[in-house]
């Protein structure tokens, strides 16, 4: 049986609402979406589809983790770990937190760079998108 490569662009673009909804199963339902692991033609190299997040700011985190939860940023000088609480990350930029966990679902590579460009995160509930007429996921 010979292989199959799909070299169409079919890229269609959806968009989730994130208010009150668990920051990890937003993040891997992105992921996927990324990925292009919804689609039957799912191949490991091609790219997946465009995903806007919106209400970023509002997303659920469960127990103590507003608090205990720590992102580490390292600046590249003697000394230089920076460590944030879930909190403070948030406060300071609320989309980074969906974007760390997103990109970490990821792959390393060129491609994954390229897939995190295809995600589109805000804080608030308007986007610029809506001439793409993005389809709303639901989790």
């Excluded at 000394?79 to 930029?93: C, H, M, N, Q, V």
């Excluded at 995190?116 to 608030?124: E, P, Q, T």
């Amino acid at each position: 049986m010979n292989t199959i490569f799909k070299n169409e662009k079919d890229q269609k673009w959806y968009i989730i609402d994130a208010s009150g909804k668990p920051l990890g199963r937003v993040a891997a339902k992105a992921a996927a979406i990324l990925r292009g692991k919804h689609k039957a033609t799912f191949t490991p190299d091609q790219e997946g589809d465009f995903v806007v997040i919106i209400n970023a700011d509002k997303v659920a985190v469960s127990g103590n983790k507003v608090q205990d939860k720590l992102y580490r940023h390292y600046t590249g000088f003697v000394r230089g770990l920076r460590t944030y609480s879930f909190e403070k990350l948030i406060a300071r930029k609320p989309t980074e937190p969906l974007a760390r966990t997103i990109s970490g679902m990821l792959p390393k590579t060129r491609l994954g760079r390229k897939m995190r460009g295809n995600l589109k995160i805000y804080a608030g509930s308007e986007h610029p998108h809506a001439s793409q007429n993005p389809t709303p996921i639901e989790l």
